[in-house]
């Protein structure tokens, strides 16, 4: 591996950023054809029902209506969720996917009817003349009823509500206790949480001049293309999506959104369908973060030795199985936290209810188990009386200890250095007990681990090609979704610093399902560390063909050669050089290969036993630390954060600015998630669903984050890169709220979000709002 | 609903003249104002004015966007945008709650099209701009066919959405007097975050001598069915020395008085709670404000 790095690691300009900032990139809304229909769904007015039958025909009567399509008029209307892997995995994993509602409704936001029309407005309309015969039914909206004996059954398919079951066991659980001074026990709540992307789901389809269903659709997933051509009835090479870059996923645009729906209209038309969802649309109907109710029981040793801790959890799947059991996994194996702990059994369940479907949500099911597992800890220090960072150093993980699955993660372990390095930052002057207002101020930290990857037993590739231009410019081809993270620009500049290039000499086409190769998801925090490495290792074979050419000529052996500049150099005289134009000019001459492919893959195993799993589950992880400093207001609950303080391992930064991007931008997202952050389900309706009644933050409400940045080099990914992206919103919520705790000196009421200023106040007053 | 589509079709016309406001506001049916339109095109987009026929655009009367010096006051046209408001120099020297309030309310961009004239038509009890308004004196100045009328900002609200303003009538501007010398204030605004609608805000303006209070007005929003002007517990401390457990005692009156509902916001027990809070602080402030020491 290079050694002297010129541009990795540097904040050079991406290749979008001029259009991005000067408002040119074109999103899936700004395109249109001739001849273009608009397309809409028709929704369920109610979260649980039993569709009694549907009569379209004043739908489809109303001039300018191309079409009405329900669940009939679908060629395979059901088939199993796919997330782009390469290996069918089965049972338990992959859930029904169906594309329009028959039988039972599951959830008011379920698609019942398709309709495209000559403008939106008559599209609307035509949704409102289809006339719909529900039967009402009970419905059933907490998980914790809904795995009971008895409960409503969500779905028309099953027997019960059980979505899966698994457990992760290790040491003697039973037999800890007794070895343990001290023990909390807690009950949390986290509640589902949206993405908030700018961009809402959208796009556009058309059937081209060769008989291709062709879309043009920003997805996290290209590899939907496969499910589609199945319920379509075509082959794999009839349907291709031409994707755009997206104003954000979030994990949001992972499961499929408007692509099977365009995809109908267009071939029940034959002509270009466009459909863009509004912003109540999106909030009332894409997946959620999914809510756990957790259990958590902790006990140590009176010297702060962590001896036992046992934890259930119980997750709210919402109306269809989507990622439900990839989530459990994280979250379940994630659930002791990153804390070498003896004795551990976490069991997990999930289950259906007539909520909105919950999927894929950056921290993917991590963030969950992190608030809980920080929160017991802060309440364990409390208990022993010892400081909650130094509980923490005493049992966190280091380099050789295993998880509790027994796994023992490969990459680097930074959590000592982090721990330290944050610690001195938040506490680089003494805490003030007061403001001079006269609000109590209060400091805390917590830390996180989340995989990047996916999970092995997927056996997860991607693969990237090169092209080398003969003017010496580079073409890289990659089907790499780009969500606004810099996805594609990082390979480029992985490129360009192989080849001695400029990172503008490198110029990305991307995320075509049929005309780049495949990379695989942009999910899971996977995208540097697999297509990174596939890139590393297509730029290595051409780098190596360069050298080997430059050598013949210059008539130095290639291992005293170097690229840099655009010009090979002897590396011991550069003045012998010759241009890197010039050494490809004579490799096209002789008829060498100046396009290449290359794949990467991921370490594979076997699918766990999910009653007891002991085995890898993830190629490796990375570890984040934030510190938070807050003021809180005694008399009224309102907290106002002063410091926000993100750290990570990021084992190699490739793109400085892309990578305190992701770490402030993570920190961001989950700011303001376990206390302002509310969705306000009722009975399975989204009461808060546009951004006035649902609140995120703005650039007012954080105060700038201070990232700390640490590059031990320990990764997987190419130069020891890890992934960053999920980790960075990891272990901020609860430093958060172990902040507030330390202000007002009570965990009262800070368990389950979300925890407001009502709340707080409670807290302050001694006032248990549970009793 | 679809929120990207404006459900009604209405006509839409901006004329040139206050003339030709009125003479449309006395002949279209179904009219509605636009003057920032950041309530308004957000009830259009969901459907909550579907008789809506004519939407009559005032910005293009160049006089309804003024701010205006008058012998005893300013006058603030109905157009004006707050941002024109806020970043006023006599705003910022006469009627600092006002501006305090404008800057507490939503974000640049709406406040960049939002105008007080509009703050005062939507009648929400909520409204931030409205209680300094009252507390300074204001009065609210309307326009017709019929001729012109001026009501006190205080009596200017009925219910929910509902004013006086009558059919055909054009609010033209709020007018404020000029202060009084020793005359402090206080704006406070409680939101969950900064772009909030208000949980519950009390503005506070008093007039000192020495080391009494000459007279106080006190107004608070999210309440009541309207914005609340606090009448009688404001003139009860005419007259009145100023100290900490008069604040806290008129800040408990203040609270045993409202009668609040709890929404989506926040509950009805903790606006009551927390009016103790806000009420203290602002009359602490107003009185610091205003040159007082306690």
Redesign the interface.
Known sequence: MKKNLQLVGTAVPRHDAWAKAKGEQLYSDDFTMPQMLYG?VLRSKYPAAILRGIDISKAKALPGVRAVLTAADVPKNEDITKFGQMRDVGGGFEGLYKVLANGKVRSKSEAIALVAADT??LA?YACTLIEVDYEVTEGVFDPRESIKEGAYVVSSEDKDNIVMRTKVEDGDINAAWALCDVVVEGDYFTTPHEHAYIETEGGMAWIDENEVVTLRVGTQVLEHYRTMAKILGLPHTKVRNMSVPMGGGFGGKEDMTVEMYLALLTLATRRPVKM?W????SMDTHAKRHPEYLHYKTGATKDGKIMAQEVSIVMDSGSYTYLTPWVQMYSTQAAAGPYQIPNVRVQSVSAFTNNTFSSANRGFGGTQVNFAYERQIEELAAKLNMSPLELRRRNIVHNGDPLPTGFIPQGHIALEELLAKVDKELNRTPKPERLPDGRKVGRAIAIGHMVYGRLTFLHDSSRVSLRVELDGSVTLRAGVPDLGGGQASVLCQIIAEELGLKITDVHPYIMDTHLTPLCGTTTATRQLYMSGNATYKCVSIMKERVLEKASSILGYPPDMLELANRKVYLINNPLVNIPFETVIGHISNDGGELELIAQFNAPFTEVPDLADIKSRLNPDLTYTCHGVEVAVDE??G?FEMLRLIAACDAGKMINKNSCEGQIEGGAVYDA?WAT?EDL?WRNGIT??N?F??Y????S??VPDVETIILESGGGLGPYGAKGVGEPSDNSIAPALVNAIRDAIGTGLNLNKMPVT??KI?AAVKGIDIEK | ?????LENEFEYSKPGSLEEVLETLATKQNVRIFAGGTDLI?KLKLGALPDMEHMLDINGVEELGKIETRADGLEIFAGAKLWSIESDRRVEENYPALREAIQAMA?ISVRNMATLGGNFCNASPVADAVGPVMCYGGKVRMQSKRGAREVNAVDFFLAPGVSVLEKGELLTSVYLPAPKAHTGHAFVK?G??????AKISITAVLEREGDRIASCRLAMGSVAARPLFLKAIGEGLAGKAMTEALAQETAQNISDFIKPIGD?R??AE?RT??AK??ARDALVSAWKNSGGTL
């Open positions: 809409k939106e407005e609307e863009v509004s912003r109540e649309e008399e009224t309102q303001l302002h306000q009461k808060a546009n006035s009644t609140l995120i933050p703005t007012v409400d200023a009502e106040l | 609903m679809n929120t990207k589509i957000v974000s409680m969950r975050v900064k772009s909030d609608i989506n926040t509950t903790y709670d927390v809070v806000i």
